[in-house]
């Protein structure tokens, strides 16, 4: 019984989906991005923009956007940067709009600039955002747990998970060396330089306790026999949640609806 | 084992070497696939170190380079790749930049194998080499899939660049050539320091580990070191 209550049950239907699923919405959602992207409407990539807002509205769906959120604003934040550069430093044929700056110097608009600014901008943004949205919606148990079933090795599972808890693990512990050694008179707080002198007596007792560590590791792994041949049975699993038929279908129906539209554009 | 002519040993041995002493099967033992988690979690703090102090510096090839001096390429390049998959849950930008990663550990790692640290001048030479490959692999990246611009400090410097007229390819290629290089030799220099303080009995665990021991006053203890039988494989 206990059994069941290790069970992750998602309310949401779409984060529930089983992980496999999700990589394919994954796959075709980036290919129909790129491919939009070479629909452009007097040059401007606008299909490529609007099939942006789908990821958005699915992390609102999936009610995930508060942990999303933060990753698309830094995307955003890059993209926009991104387009303005390429807008404004890299020279192409038509200039949309000129600045005059103190009646000093020009600020050019390069259209064909922007236009590839756009392009690669919301590439990424397409690409990241669904990627993030994918990360947002599945535990790092399920994908591992689903791999694992289709086949992916017990070790390959345990360097994956075991990197995931490291990182929390070394934080605490980078923290803990870095109070050991403000205690024995390095300085950690002030300016940049100072800080940065800090850098190597907290990284070198960190990775020194790490390695030792991973000794007793790997002791203690052997001695739960984790190398011994043979089928493991899981306490964990992940299970399809019904809805994936009609996942499927709706994001096969979608790009199969923009191939025949580029298919057609580039036929006519 | 040892040096008999056939597919076996082909597939086991590597380049140069008339007595194979390297296999990818022992290089991956378990004491290196857990040293994989290690090598990670130090990219990983080592990148948040970067962009915390808004540093024109990555540091987040530590722990390749680390784990591919001990262990060898595929070992190496494994974690590169781990790296960039973990990095890429919190944030996809760094996806792309796996290929930079995974290059680091098995251009080191091949490196380490064929005694490219064994003298001082010789890690300066495998150092360049490494930034070098580093730098042909990223600056493609940069500039096609970004643009010019990424998330990390060293594109202020290049949209600057690039604001005085220079070209896209020019600009991200100098940008990078500098600071990759101060990177790399920082965090090969954290290495070393690392290397010369992991005890004896412990770096013998590792495929590439004998490299590194100190000889002189410890060789006693290496040699005797070298007779215990490794169960760890």
Known sequence: MWREKLKVVKENKIAGLYPFTKLWIVLFYSICAMILGTITVDGYPIYMILSFVIVPILAILTGIMKKVGGVLKNMAFLSFFIIVVQGILVKSKDIIITLNIFNFFNVNLYKQSLQYGLVLAFSIMCMGGILAWFFGSTDNKELISALESKGMGPKASYVFLSTLQMIEVLQKSSKTIMSAQQARGVETEGNVFVRSKAFIPSMVPLILSSITNTEERV??????????????????DVSPNGKEKIAMVSIIIYTVIIVLWRVLLWVL | MWGHLSIKNFWEGKIMSKEKKYSIKKDFSLLALLLIPIAVAINFAGGQLASLLKLPLYLDTIGTIFVA?????????????????????ANPIYIPFAIVNITVGLVTGFLARNKGFSTWWRWIISMVLMALASIITAAPIVVLMFGGITSSGTSLITATLMATGTNIWKAVVS?????????????????YLILRVVPARTLIKFSLGENYIKKGKNAAVADTEENVDDDID
Not at chain 1, 221 to 236: A, D
């Open chain 2, 69 to 89: 001096m001990l262990c060898g390429p595929w070992v190496g390049g494994l974690a590169g790749l781990v790296t960039n998959l973990v990095l890429g849950i």
């Open chain 2, 175 to 191: 940008t990078e050539l500098v600071f990759t290089v101060i990177d790399r030799v920082i965090s090969f220099g954290i290495t």
């Open chain 1, 219 to 236: 002791l203690t792994l052997e001695s739960k026999g984790f190398l011994v041949k043979g089928k493991k049975t899981k306490l964990y």
